[in-house]
């Protein structure tokens, strides 16, 4: 007996073009939760990607340049203990990722950038159908809502060099570090949610 295709199971609205980044035109840029608070190595533990801010800030030039949409999302943790609360330092934004005029910020309290806002609406009203995501953290945030983007029919595409996250431990103890994380959810991520590139490769 044959063995079964192990991508049998996929929805055919989340499989993902591998040349999809090399469409032409608008798409929304969608920046996660790229704040303060992910300074407190104290609090986060070790990160990897230190260039990820250049890269943040490489792509928002050339959006802003192109006159293309771009939409901010920012974490208001309920947590008592996180930095990411409300009218804490850390809730803010990063210098690399501060919004402009026009461009709108949605506020969320849970990991998808979709779950009580109105992301999804004003994406849909505008025909914007074509994502693109960067922030923090990868395996966390960013990889909740590239995940539910593409469940919901969008068409997504990740910049892997423009987000990053923090050293893990597992129920077993086991430590990963930030880098094994991030790889490990790109990996996941690419061809089944969304198409994962590089900055050079989105902007030249």
């Not at 996929?10 to 040349?19: A, E, F, M, Y």
């Not at 409300?86 to 990991?111: I, R, S």
């Not at 990868?138 to 892997?160: E, P």
Request: glycine content about 8%.
């Amino acid at each position: 007996m044959g063995e079964a295709d192990p991508k049998a199971h996929r929805n055919p609205q989340t499989r993902v073009d591998p040349k999809a980044h090399h469409v032409k035109g608008p798409r929304c840029l969608i920046i996660i939760d790229w704040q303060q608070a992910f300074r407190d190595a104290a609090y986060w533990g070790p990160r990897n990607n230190r260039q990820a801010e250049e890269n943040c800030a490489a792509l928002l030039a050339h959006w802003r340049a192109q006159g293309w949409p771009i939409r901010h999302v920012k974490h208001n943790s309920t947590e008592a203990a996180s930095p990411l609360r409300p009218g804490l330092p850390g809730n803010e934004f990063e210098d690399c990722a501060a919004p402009q005029d026009g461009e709108p910020v949605y506020t969320k309290q849970v990991n998808s950038a979709f779950i009580g806002t109105e992301l999804e609406a004003d994406l849909r009203a505008a025909k914007q159908m074509d994502l693109v995501f960067i922030g923090a953290t990868t395996d966390h945030c960013v990889s909740t809502s590239v995940r539910m983007a593409a469940n919901l029919g969008f068409t997504a595409t990740l910049v892997g060099d423009a987000c990053f996250t923090h050293d893990r431990a597992g129920p077993n103890g086991i430590k990963l570090s930030a880098q094994a994380m991030h790889d490990a959810h790109l990996t996941s991520l690419h061809g089944e949610f969304a198409t994962v590139v590089d900055t050079t490769e989105l902007i030249g």
